[in-house]
């Protein structure tokens, strides 16, 4: 672990000295996050995103925790729990407000670290571990967002829990008892809400859990870098601590100053009106669309309109309902594949001309328009629109990707990061 | 004072020599094995806790008095916390259903297959979307009914005829009608 020139943990204070020869916690800290984890001198501002993830992670636990403590999970007391924190709770508004929010800009972050990974293939080999462990997070973080939001028993929650449990109703077979197993009766009903708060609660403590594994295997091979160039000596790395703590720490005070402004002057900007109706089985709001950080998967899961099968028999291989469930998996399970999709050793994108103009132009379009389409009614406009560009991104990871990897000339790559830097060759060593 | 060496490396030979398996390793394979079936064992009641409870079972029947539905009217009752139509229709609309018994549709059913004998103009019907499980529109008056006229589900488009049957979108079944269904009087059905 680490490169042979990391600085080695040494304590000053004899308190501290006593304290690690019993327990190298201080040791483990030092080599993690402090001066022993030399780190690419050229990390730009997207190599923040990890930290503020993290901090996010804190944020959601330390204000869940307080919930938790004036929630009720009871069909009858959750919604008017969550309006007693509201109201009467000293700042209970503002710690479920910086939940709500806090979920989307943790959210936010997250997409924009995945971004990062994908534009400078941060899931190449040797980091392979980090990104398939970086996907576990993700669909945690999805199975938590979901199961929180079903929380307060509003008209969202409600139906949120219905449709998203009716994906599994999907599977042949098994589907409708597996369906009734997970919500524990017919419908969505007490016993939903009670295993849905115990879960919530659980799950992000199995997320801290799997970052830990996350961080570890990245402090295997150490962080990427933008030129995708490995570090060669020790003038291609600075101690991570100083250099980027500080950076981290810019990065959280804007990341804070963001959230803070959301959370007092936007509150409900990204969530849904229709939630503040207490839950009603017996009638499904107007037009019912998930959190936002989920439109593009639930685009996809609407897309399918017709059954898959022999044209003109009658015979149906995979129902229409069935497709759009293993499309909306498979869109993000299709991850764990990449870094054996795209089989091009050079990292960065900056170094890719081909990769570029299909990742600025191809993918991100379709996710934003994807994006779009989960968000607006179904509509034949808006599904066929879904249908285009979620077929393109199903083409751009199993097609477009291995192709690109086999024709694409690269342009050259600097001689080592410190080249890239500071245009002069990394000196020989003087030896 | 310390034994020679040797009778120790014959014992280990002697050791060797033991035909395969060894008692050794049936007491292993015994011992996982019973702490598996145990474990597989203990593992039942942490899954079937989450099946439907007693209570929740025990709500599998009810009775509705339809005897304020007019025709061309529909109600939303609830069935093991489910939403329900009972739908009283006109005889327009059960000739319209009719014309369309014999139309290409997704999952074939006359509306005879839909009713009770001789009951045709009774429609029951879960109000529960095969899709994913919305309720659909078009049951109360004013209602978006969809492009044929029936049910129309607001969450993913799911268009369904004047019978309940599937037409268009992405639902892969026909509303469903409970099996268990009967007319305790003129007036009365009784739901499970």
């Known amino acids: 672990m680490s490169f042979p020139w990391a600085q080695e943990y040494k304590p000053k204070h004899p308190l501290m000295q006593w304290f690690d020869e019993r327990l190298p916690l201080p040791r483990l800290v030092y080599n993690s996050v402090g001066a022993g984890y030399p780190t690419p001198r050229n990390l730009n501002y997207f190599w923040n995103f990890g930290s503020l993830a993290g901090l996010a992670l804190v944020i959601q636990i330390v204000t869940g925790v307080v919930l938790a403590m004036h929630y009720y999970s009871t069909v009858d007391g959750a919604f008017n729990s969550v309006e007693h924190i509201m109201r009467n709770v000293n700042s209970g508004w503002l710690i479920r407000y910086a939940h709500m929010n806090g979920a989307s800009f943790f959210f936010i972050v997250v997409y924009i670290h995945m971004f990062r990974g994908l534009y400078f293939g941060s899931y190449k080999a040797p980091r ?114 100083p250099y980027y703590t500080a950076k981290d720490g810019f990065g959280v005070g804007v990341f804070l100053i963001a959230f803070v402004i959301m959370t007092f002057f936007a509150p409900n900007f990204m969530g849904h009106p229709d939630n503040y109706i207490p839950a009603n089985p017996l009638s499904t709001p107007a037009h019912i669309v998930p959190e936002w950080y989920y439109w593009p998967f639930y685009a996809i899961l609407r897309a399918f309109t017709v059954d898959f099968g022999i044209p003109f028999t009658g015979i149906v291989i995979i129902p229409a309902k069935l497709m759009g469930v293993l499309a909306m998996f498979g869109s993000i399970l299709l991850f764990f594949f990449l870094p054996w999709l795209d089989t091009s050793p050079v990292r960065s994108g900056h170094y890719r001309p081909l990769f570029k103009k299909f990742f600025w132009f191809g993918l991100i379009p379709s996710v934003i328009i994807l994006s779009i389409c989960g968000v607006m009614e179904a509509t034949t406009t808006w599904l066929i629109l879904a249908q285009i560009s979620g077929a393109y991104y199903f083409a751009h990871f199993l097609i477009i990707l291995p192709l690109i990897s086999r024709i694409e000339k690269p342009l050259p790559l600097p001689g080592s990061i410190t080249e890239a830097v500071t245009g002069k060759p990394l000196k020989e060593a003087a030896a | ?59 599998a029947s009810i009775e509705v008095d339809v005897s304020a539905i007019e025709p061309g009217q529909a109600i939303k009752t609830m069935w093991r916390k489910q939403p329900v139509f009972v739908s009283r229709l006109t005889p327009e609309k059960i000739a319209e259903a009719k014309k369309d018994d014999n139309a290409p549709m997704r999952d074939p059913q006359t509306l005879e297959e839909r009713t009770l004998p001789n009951r045709e103009e009774w429609l029951v019907m879960l109000a529960v979307c095969t899709h994913l499980g919305c309720v659909p529109t078009g049951a109360a008056q004013g209602e978006p009914k969809g492009d044929f006229d029936g049910y129309f589900c607001p969450c993913h488009g799911s268009h369904y005829d004047v019978a309940g049957r599937i037409r268009k979108g992405p639902a892969p079944t026909n509303l469903v009608v409970p099996e268990e269904l009967s007319f305790v009087s003129d007036t009365v059905i009784k739901i499970g």
């Not at chain 1, 398939?132 to 945690?140: D, K, N, S």
């Not at chain 1, 079903?150 to 929650?157: A, C």
């Not at chain 1, 997320?207 to 150490?222: D, R, T």
Request: without cysteine.
């Open chain 2, 1 to 59: 004072m310390r034994k020679p060496a040797e009778p120790a490396v014959a014992k280990e030979a002697a050791v060797a020599a033991v035909e395969e398996p060894r008692r050794r390793d049936f007491i292993h394979i015994a011992t996982v094995s019973f702490a598996g079936v145990g474990t597989a064992a203990a593992a039942v009641p942490m899954l079937t806790q989450m099946s439907a409870s007693a209570d929740v079972r025990a709500l």
């Open chain 1, 128 to 241: 392979e571990m980090i990104w398939l462990l970086g996907v576990v997070i993700f669909l945690l973080m999805m199975a938590t967002g979901f199961l929180g939001y079903v929380l307060p028993w509003g008209q969202m929650s409600f139906w949120a829990a219905q449709v998203i449990t009716g994906f599994f109703s999907a599977i042949p077979l098994v589907g409708e008892p597996l369906r009734q197993w997970l919500l524990g009766g017919f419908a969505p009903d007490q016993a939903t809400l009670s295993r849905f708060f115990s879960l919530h609660y659980l799950l992000p403590f199995v997320i801290a859990g799997v970052i830990i594994l996350h961080i570890w295997a990245l402090h295997i091979p150490g962080s990427s870098n933008p030129t995708g160039v490995p570090v060669k000596k020790e003038e291609d790395t600075v101690p991570f601590h």
